[in-house]
């Protein structure tokens, strides 16, 4: 945890699960009112998932590509879209003005995403580098630094079946303790 203090601003960009520290000016951008949402100073209204394009890389290392179903409600705008008004508005114009022009900007300055649904080849070369970085293992656990995975968001936080099994998931973690 931060002190008192400790920041000036902090830029919440769909963050949830964020312990604020004393003082700071809190801007949120996302889509469903959440807890960062009701400590925020300012909100900046995303668009859902089901209303942006977006390039995302999944869990394989696969980027992919999204395509907006629907428009979003009332002042929510696209993510990049909000983040290009406020480059402007402080003096910072970012490169681009169209979803297309940042894809361009993307795929130039870090190619690999423009390959579509294609699994990234490893570079043993990169990993013996991170090797030779050194430093010392211990043998402690992994330890998640998420506390409930059952409830991480506000639409889980509001299904009945999420509630159950993050009940059910409590439980076995508390037998397991004992």
């Given at each position: 945890?931060?002190?008192?203090?400790?920041?000036?601003?902090l830029?919440?960009?769909?963050?949830d699960?964020i312990?604020v520290?004393?003082?700071?000016?809190?801007?949120?951008?996302?889509?469903?009112?959440?807890?960062?949402?009701?400590?925020?100073?300012?909100?900046l209204?995303?668009?859902?998932?089901?209303?942006?394009?977006?390039?995302?890389?999944?869990?394989?290392?696969?980027?992919?590509?999204?395509?907006?179903?629907?428009?979003?409600?009332?002042?929510?705008?696209?993510?990049?879209?909000?983040?290009?008004?406020?480059?402007a508005?402080?003096?910072?114009?970012?490169?681009?003005?169209?979803?297309?022009?940042?894809?361009?900007?993307?795929?130039?300055?870090?190619?690999?995403?423009?390959?579509?649904?294609?699994?990234?080849?490893?570079?043993?070369?990169?990993?013996?580098?991170?090797?030779?970085?050194?430093?010392?293992?211990?043998?402690?656990g992994?330890?998640?630094?998420?506390?409930?995975?059952?409830?991480?968001n506000?639409?889980?936080r509001?299904?009945?079946?999420m509630?159950?099994?993050?009940?059910?998931?409590?439980?076995?973690l508390?037998?397991a303790?004992?």
């Amino acid at each position: 945890m931060l002190a008192p203090g400790a920041l000036d601003v902090l830029f919440l960009l769909g963050a949830d699960e964020i312990e604020v520290p004393a003082g700071a000016f809190v801007v949120y951008q996302g889509t469903h009112g959440d807890k960062g949402a009701h400590r925020a100073d300012v909100i900046l209204p995303g668009a859902a998932y089901t209303e942006k394009s977006a390039t995302f890389v999944n869990t394989e290392g696969r980027v992919q590509m999204t395509e907006r179903s629907a428009f979003p409600p009332g002042d929510a705008r696209e993510d990049w879209a909000i983040l290009r008004a406020l480059s402007a508005a402080l003096g910072r114009t970012l490169p681009f003005d169209s979803l297309a022009g940042l894809r361009k900007a993307l795929y130039a300055e870090h190619p690999h995403f423009a390959a579509l649904d294609r699994a990234p080849v490893n570079d043993a070369a990169g990993l013996a580098s991170l090797a030779d970085l050194g430093g010392k293992a211990d043998k402690a656990g992994f330890v998640s630094p998420v506390g409930d995975f059952y409830q991480t968001n506000p639409i889980a936080r509001a299904s009945a079946v999420m509630a159950e099994c993050s009940a059910l998931a409590s439980g076995r973690l508390r037998q397991a303790a004992e």
